[in-house]
C-alpha cells in the first residue's frame, strides 16, 4: 500500500510543484513515448538517475549527466529560488530576486546544470550591471517554460484579487521571458491554480481561467480541454511536448482535467515525454492543489515521494517561514 501525507493547501500545492519536477528528471527531454513505456515495463519512471543508456537511440536531449535522482531541474531550482525569496523578504522585490537569479544561475553560483535559452539570455542582461541599474523587463523574447516555473510561489503567496495577480504574474514572467504568449500561459494557469485554492473544482477553474489564455492559447486548450479521456501520449503528440507553452498547455490543462490522482498527474506528464520538467511545475502545483479538495489518501503527495525529494529540508524550512505571510 502506498503512503501518502495530507499537507495544507498551499503547502500541498507548493511541494505539488517541486516534487513533481523532481520526479520528472530523469526521463526529462526523451522526445519518444515508446521508449519512456518500454522502460516503464522493468522499472517506475518517476525519480530515476539520468542515464544517457536511456536515450541512446531514441529522439532526444540528454542534459543532466551530473545530476542524481531526487535533484532538480533548471525550472526546479527557479520555483525554489522564488520559495526562499518569499521566505527571506515577505513579498516579492524584483531587484532582490533579480540579485539572488543572477547569484544562483550566473558565474560562480550554485547551481551546476543544464541552462536553458531564457536563463542564459536574462544573465546576459543582469550580469554586467549592477543590482541599481537592473532593467524592470531583463526577460528573453522567448516563450518557453521558464516563464511559468516560479507561478506557484507567486499565486500561493498573494492574497489580494485576481485582477492584482495577473498584474504581478506579469511582472515576474517579464524577468525571464518578455514575451506576450508567455504572460498569457502563466496568467492562465496562475488563474486556475488561484481558483482551486479558493474552493473552485478543477474543471470549473480551467474552463473559467480561459479568458485570461490569449488569443493564440485559447483555442488550443479548448481543444485539450474537449478530449474526453486522459491520454496524455495522444495530447503531446498532437499539440508537441516540447519547451514552448503554446505546445506544453495544452497537455498540462488535459492532464489536470482528467487525472484521478496527484501520482497519476506526474506519472501521465513524464509518459508523454518531452520537456516533462517545464510542464512539471504547474501541472504538479495544479493536480496537487485540486487533490487536496477531494481530500481522498490516495490523492495526495506520496510520502516516498517526498523524502526522495533531495531538497526537501530547505523547501520545508522555507515554507514554515511564508506560512506566516
Known amino acids: 500500500m502506498n503512503t501518502t501525507v495530507k499537507l495544507m493547501p498551499r503547502v500541498t500545492a507548493i511541494m505539488g510543484a517541486l516534487v513533481a519536477d523532481s520526479a520528472a528528471l530523469g526521463l526529462h527531454w526523451l522526445y519518444d513515448p515508446e521508449r519512456i513505456a518500454h522502460l516503464a515495463k522493468t522499472k517506475e519512471i518517476v525519480f530515476l538517475t539520468p542515464n544517457p543508456k536511456d536515450y541512446a537511440d531514441a529522439k532526444?536531449?540528454?542534459?543532466?549527466?551530473?545530476?542524481?535522482?531526487?535533484?532538480?531541474s533548471g525550472y526546479g531550482e527557479i520555483c525554489l529560488l522564488m520559495?526562499?525569496?518569499?521566505?527571506?523578504?515577505?513579498?516579492?522585490?524584483?531587484i532582490a530576486y533579480q540579485t539572488e537569479f543572477r547569484s544562483l544561475f550566473g558565474p560562480g553560483g550554485t547551481y551546476s546544470g543544464y541552462v536553458d535559452s531564457p536563463t542564459r539570455q536574462t544573465l546576459l542582461k543582469l550580469i554586467p550591471s549592477t543590482p541599481e541599474d537592473f532593467p524592470e523587463i531583463s526577460g528573453a523574447d522567448d516563450d518557453q517554460f521558464a516563464a511559468l516555473a516560479a507561478m506557484p510561489i507567486v499565486v500561493v503567496t498573494h492574497h489580494?484579487?485576481?485582477?492584482?495577480?495577473?498584474?504581478?504574474?506579469?511582472?515576474?514572467?517579464?524577468?525571464?521571458?518578455d514575451n506576450q504568449v508567455a504572460i498569457a500561459a502563466a496568467q492562465y494557469a496562475s488563474a486556475v491554480l488561484f481558483d482551486l485554492l479558493g474552493g473552485v473544482p478543477v474543471q470549473k477553474a480551467l474552463e473559467q481561467s480561459l479568458p485570461y489564455a490569449g488569443a493564440q492559447?485559447?483555442?488550443?486548450?479548448?481543444?485539450?480541454?474537449?478530449?474526453?479521456?486522459?491520454?496524455?501520449v495522444k495530447v503531446a503528440q498532437r499539440f508537441g511536448s516540447a519547451c514552448h507553452v503554446l505546445e506544453g498547455l495544452p497537455v498540462i490543462a488535459h492532464i489536470a482535467q482528467h487525472a484521478t490522482s496527484y501520482r497519476e498527474a506526474v506519472e501521465a506528464n513524464i509518459r508523454a515525454g518531452g520537456d516533462s520538467c517545464g510542464r512539471a511545475?504547474?501541472?504538479?502545483?495544479?493536480?496537487?492543489?485540486?487533490?487536496?479538495?477531494h481530500g481522498e489518501a490516495s490523492a495526495v503527495i506520496p510520502l516516498s515521494w517526498l523524502a526522495k525529494y533531495n531538497k526537501l529540508a530547505d523547501a520545508a524550512g522555507a515554507v514554515e517561514r511564508i506560512e506566516s505571510i
Open 160 to 177: 489580494g484579487t485576481l485582477d492584482t495577480l495577473m498584474a504581478k504574474i506579469e511582472q515576474v514572467v517579464r524577468i525571464t521571458n
Open 217 to 232: 492559447l485559447t483555442p488550443l486548450l479548448k481543444e485539450s480541454l474537449a478530449m474526453e479521456a486522459l491520454d496524455s
Open 83 to 94: 520559495l526562499k525569496h518569499f521566505a527571506a523578504h515577505g513579498e516579492f522585490n524584483r
Open 60 to 72: 532526444g536531449f540528454f542534459a543532466h549527466g551530473n545530476k542524481i535522482a531526487g535533484d532538480s
Open 281 to 293: 511545475i504547474m501541472l504538479g502545483a495544479i493536480a496537487a492543489a485540486s487533490a487536496e479538495q
